[in-house]
């Protein structure tokens, strides 16, 4: 079972990284962007039987290392069927 | 006293910490490896600084789940002393042994340079024997080292005086300009609640002989000397 993560800073925490991507994109000429937020994307292939499972280890995945709760927020998508880019 | 300098793959300040430990300070200290369990034989772990594990994921975040680092748990409720710098103190916060976390610096530069630090707690075991507003002289070297601490949380670490040491100016003025990576209250070091744990992002080893441009690091080493005389400690071994 193929599970995709998304780690994001909590809403609130300055984001540097993401405020140095929207400086540089004014550069380029998008002054039209209001604000700018730099995450994760995990991808874990994890043996599980169903979605529901699968999200229950990798939720626990998340709490135990993937994220960092006094920082970041996290997302699970189950993407049964779907493959990940080659290389 | 004896003391233990844990190595990671990646880990930079180990070899310095060791000289500063056995030729500086001349306690007995020992390599500990990270996949380690066995800490029984120590009075102090040192987590230096570095980059453990590449600091993949997040700085300090592997090493912070590792097998010396959970064996840390109990060596610290036995009272054990546990100092961390630099990386040492993002594994700290990583592993849960103190609050807050650790984020890239505000300014997206490394900072490499000379800090002050008011002490602003001579209390702990780490400190004792220094005078209030007691300001001390080390380097830092780190590009993550903004610390961050929900206000609840910061609320707690200073009502119970776990705030140890902050940037501030060579007099002593804790101050924006002072603040190297927007550290939240210019805070460079705090304890947990039990004082026997301290992190802090400078360096005490890189300022422990004159060679070195100064030696403000060595106050560190000899406050913890004088606590294990103190409380019995060194009659015990």
Redesign the interface.
């Known amino acids: 079972m193929r599970v995709r993560v998304l780690v994001r800073l909590k809403p609130g925490?300055?984001d540097?990284?993401g405020a140095?991507v929207q400086r540089a994109l004014l550069g380029l000429g998008f002054g039209d962007v209001r604000e700018l937020r730099v995450g994760k994307l995990i991808e874990v292939e994890v043996e599980a039987g169903a979605a529901e499972a699968a999200r229950a280890r990798v939720d626990e995945m998340c709490r135990?290392?993937?994220a960092?709760p006094?920082?970041e927020d996290y997302t699970i998508e189950a993407v049964e069927g779907e493959r990940l880019a080659p290389h | 006293m004896r003391f233990g300098v844990v190595v990671f793959p990646g880990t930079w300040s180990d070899c310095d910490f060791h000289y500063a430990i056995s030729e500086v300070v001349r306690q007995p200290v020992r390599y500990v490896w990270h996949r380690d369990r066995d800490l029984a034989d120590l009075d102090c772990v040192v987590l230096p600084g570095g980059f453990s594990y590449g600091d993949y994921?997040?700085a300090g975040?592997?090493a912070g789940?590792s097998p010396v680092v959970e064996a840390l748990g109990d060596f610290v409720a036995r009272g054990g002393f546990v100092l961390g710098s630099c990386n040492g103190f993002q594994i700290l916060?990583?592993g849960g042994l103190l609050p807050?976390?650790l984020?890239?610096?505000?300014c997206?530069q490394y900072r490499c340079q000379s800090t002050s630090l008011l002490v602003e707690n001579v209390d702990t075991p780490f400190t004792r024997g220094m005078p209030p507003g007691q300001v001390l002289t080390m380097p830092i070297s780190h590009g993550e080292g903004k610390y961050?601490?929900?206000p609840e949380t910061l609320r707690t670490l200073k009502a119970r005086r776990q705030v140890v040491f902050r940037y501030a100016t060579t007099d002593g003025q804790v101050v924006r300009a002072a603040n190297p990576n927007?550290s939240v209250e210019n805070i460079a070091g705090v304890v947990n609640e039990g004082g026997n744990v301290l992190g802090l992002m400078p360096h005490p080893e890189r300022a422990a002989e004159t060679a070195m441009g100064g030696t403000d690091g060595l106050l560190l080493f000899q406050s913890l000397l004088g606590t294990l005389v103190e409380d019995g400690t060194f009659l015990r071994r």
């Open positions: 925490i300055l540097v990284q140095a135990k290392l993937l960092n006094i920082l | 994921l997040r975040a592997v789940k916060c990583e807050g976390a984020m890239r610096n505000e997206l961050y601490a929900d927007g």
